[in-house]
């Protein structure tokens, strides 16, 4: 009988390295070199968000009480940060958390247990998340929580620290939890097949959400911003702020604006976890027993006056047959293929990113409060 | 097969209540070429090898034999991505073959073989049932079927329409091929008529 934890570590290593679709970013298949080129470009990133705060906080004259209360605004920025990347990651492996047909096919002849796959594949969910939080945090984890401890001793430094890697910890959990549970859920209420056409729209939608709210998020991370009891409203809805309050709760911050906030981040956390994990597992066991037999996106049914309609449109839009070709192709192509629809989905959301950067700036107006533009007079 | 044949087949290990040891036994080759596309020939069969328990050792000595012998030693550290519809399928073969199973399914299993290949899977065919391997082999094409198969059924519609050796359905029938019984007993329309309505529209 096969050893079920040699069968785990072959599958997990397996999962491990297909968690994002990689396909999408690499029809040749480098998954070692994908991922570490990933992990790498977060790394980097991390790197400059640390370049720049470690001097700008080490060189400050501005008094403790203000720095410290200067630093919420960047601390809520590393956390969204930080829950964007879990995001991002989280829509590019949307498709890896379930098992797909193929596995279906490949696994389900060996005699592997639906539990060691199981355990496997959320071992490797797991794996993923930590490593993409990980390399989001790992030059700005190491350095900030010294620069800005609450309690200016060495136990306020390892406090500080600990409540950093807490916190995005949660909030990565929470993000990524929430959008298990959509996935999950939709799985679980349809069909193999129609939870496939569902998922790209849910998981093109979750994408720009995720970025929309990145870009968009007004900079209340000041004292008077957070107490402001017009923003009571805005502050329950957004949850880099819960995690922000969250954050200085495990630093020991006495402020009764975070503790508030700390306990939207608790419950939030565990309603996600709760939900995100049991949609997940009863989605996972649907479609292990009915993903073999169900067929991948197809087209749908149209009536026959639509296909007329659709026809006549093409033809006067296209009188040449090569341009039609090209046309219909193109969009059946975006309409059934997921893998496209995505591609079409980032390059849309980087044109999205720069249009929501400039939007926000003529938003709160050029002169107003950003995330990065208070602190440090 | 009905349900009571199914049983006494899969007698020793019942199949409802011990379906690893089920899977253990049998070496399936599936009609689509599902592969992981990311993995090389060899890393693949390594793969099933070690989730089917074999040793390290007779993971590497088999995989390496059976690519050397499927003519796909060359392409062993060749993405699957990159395999032609026939190197998928020998790969299938010898991932279904890698551990010795006793119950072997086949389906479509010459689709995509050059004529080498599918002579050498034809007289591997009849060499296990000779070692007496259970085999059971779908396929479209009758002509192999006639030539490697000592037991046929014939579907028609979900229902069993022939069950016998195919001497036997030749005397019943009094029919000299199997394409000729199968045209008795499963076409239900007329292959000239429809042959001339396609020319006719190929020449439209």
């Known amino acids: 009988m096969p050893d079920e934890r040699r069968q785990f570590r072959i599958l997990y290593r397996d999962f491990l390295f297909r968690m994002v679709d990689l396909e999408l970013v690499s029809a040749r298949g480098e998954i070692q070199n994908l991922l570490v080129q990933f992990a790498a470009l977060l790394a980097a990133f991390s790197f400059v968000l640390a370049l720049f705060l470690v001097p700008a906080y080490a060189t400050s004259t501005l008094p403790r009480e203000e720095l410290l209360s200067g630093a919420w605004s960047h601390e809520e920025f590393l956390i969204a940060t930080s829950m964007a990347v879990v995001g991002m990651f989280a829509v590019l492996a949307w498709n890896s958390t379930l098992l797909d047909r193929r596995d279906l096919v490949v696994l389900g002849l060996l005699p592997v247990r639906t539990r060691t796959i199981f355990l496997a594949k959320t071992a490797a969910i797991g794996t993923a998340l930590g490593i993409s939080l990980l390399a989001v945090n790992i030059f700005t984890g190491l350095s900030f929580p010294f620069l800005v401890p609450l309690i200016d001793s060495a136990f306020g430094a390892i406090r500080s620290f600990a409540a950093y890697w807490i916190t995005m910890l949660a909030a990565g959990c929470f993000v990524f939890c929430a959008l298990l549970a959509v996935n999950g859920i939709a799985a679980h209420l349809f069909s193999y097949r129609l939870f496939l056409r569902i998922s790209s729209f849910v998981q093109l939608a979750a994408f720009f959400t995720i970025l929309g709210v990145y870009f968009l998020t007004p900079a209340l991370a000041t004292p008077r911003g957070l107490a402001s009891p017009e923003n009571q409203a805005l502050l329950s809805w957004l949850p880099s702020f819960w995690f922000l309050g969250l954050f200085q709760k495990l630093n020991g911050s006495a402020n009764p604006a975070f503790g508030l906030l700390a306990q939207r981040a608790v419950i939030r956390l565990a309603i996600a976890c709760f939900v995100g994990c049991a949609a997940y597992a009863l989605a996972y066991y649907k479609h292990m027993r009915n993903g073999f037999e169900q067929p991948d996106i197809a087209p749908v049914e149209r009536s026959r006056g639509a296909k007329r309609i659709g026809g006549f449109l093409v033809g006067k839009l296209f009188s040449k047959p090569l341009e039609r070709a090209v046309f219909l192709f193109t969009a059946r192509t975006v309409a059934r293929s997921r893998q496209h629809r995505l591609l079409l989905a980032i390059y849309g959301g980087v044109g999205l990113a720069i249009a929501l950067a400039y939007t926000k700036s003529l938003l709160h107006g050029y002169g107003g409060q950003h995330r990065d533009d208070y602190g440090f007079a | ?204």
Request: no cysteine; proline share 4%; charged share 25%.
């Open chain 2, 1 to 204: 097969m009905n349900r009571a044949r199914e049983k006494s087949y899969f007698a020793a290990s019942r199949f409802e209540r011990n379906r690893i040891a089920h899977r253990q036994r049998l070496g399936y080759v599936p009609e689509e070429p599902h592969l992981y596309p990311h993995l090389t020939g060899a890393e693949y069969l390594e793969m099933v090898g070690q989730l089917r328990g074999l040793p390290d050792r007779h993971v590497t000595e088999k995989s390496d034999g059976f690519l050397r012998l499927f003519g796909l030693y060359e392409d062993r550290f060749v993405p699957i991505s990159s395999y032609s519809k026939g190197m998928r399928q020998k790969v299938l073969l010898a991932a279904a073959l890698l551990h010795n199973p006793e119950i072997i399914l086949l389906d479509e299993p010459f689709s995509g073989l050059d004529v080498n290949s599918a002579l050498v899977l034809r007289s591997l065919i009849r060499e296990l049932a000779g070692r007496g391997k259970v085999i059971l082999f779908s396929s479209h094409e009758l002509d192999i079927v006639e030539r490697v198969s000592s037991h046929i059924v014939i579907l028609h519609k979900g229902r069993v329409v022939a069950n016998d050796s195919i001497e036997q359905l030749r005397t019943l029938m009094s029919l000299p091929t199997l394409e000729e019984i199968f045209s008795q007993l499963a076409l239900e329309q007329d292959t000239k008529a429809i042959t001339e309505e396609i020319v006719n529209l190929i020449e439209l």
